[in-house]
């Protein structure tokens, strides 16, 4: 059976409270805390650093902290995100001159590297680095916004990428980020994902453990 994972994105958290938001989570039932990071640069909002990172980790989150760098370029954020206690580093291919060095950069600073693909790029770009990713996130939305609707063509792409993946014969994550609801993840995961992206979906409903509980149940029908 596939070990399904759940990573609410605090984009979505009440940011004036976020340590007890993550908290609040986790005894929820999430697996991992999604940290979404904006440049307004390569995407146009503004969000948080390694400071945060740090800060949630000092707090005591103990659970994977899997950050998203919506950011251009990378690299020099890839050791501050690592010594503030990243799990997984992933980055849009487009904002790295040099893909497979930042991918080996991640994973020389001790963290698991990823590569995410926006909603128009190709998985074209994957097939040289497959020995290096960790992880391959889809952005199922335009990245720089919660909330947003789910790109239908994501399906056809996560099928596509889980191929590639069980090709590979590499232990590696398909995650999916945007639009991510309990009427559609089911059909997500028939695609192949294996890890979830979900933040208005779960932060803004009152009950966060009725909302996780009710993708996993979707996930288990
Ligand atoms: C969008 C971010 C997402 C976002 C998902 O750029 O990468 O992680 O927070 O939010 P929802 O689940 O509301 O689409
Ligand atoms: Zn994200």
Known sequence: MTDYLIAPSILSADFARLGEEVDAVLAAGADVVHFDVMDNH????????????????DYGVTAPIDVHLMVSPVDALITQFADAGASYITFHPDASTHVDRSL???????????L?????VSPECLKYVMDKVDMVLLMSVNPGFGGQKFIPSTLEKCAEVRRLIDESGYDIRLEIDGGVTADNIADIARAGADMFVA???????????????????????
């Not at 995410?116 to 128009?120: E, G, T, Y």
């Not at 208005?200 to 009152?206: D, E, T, V």
């Open 42 to 57: 390569y995407v146009p909002n503004l969000t948080i650093g390694p400071m945060v990172c740090k800060a949630l980790r």
């Open 104 to 114: 080996s950069a991640i994973r020389a600073a001790g963290c698991k590297a990823g």
């Open 116 to 120: 995410v693909l926006n909603p128009h």
């Open 199 to 221: 933040g208005s979906a779960i932060f803004n409903k009152p009950d966060y453990a009725q909302a996780i509980a009710a993708m996993r149940a979707q996930l288990a029908s």
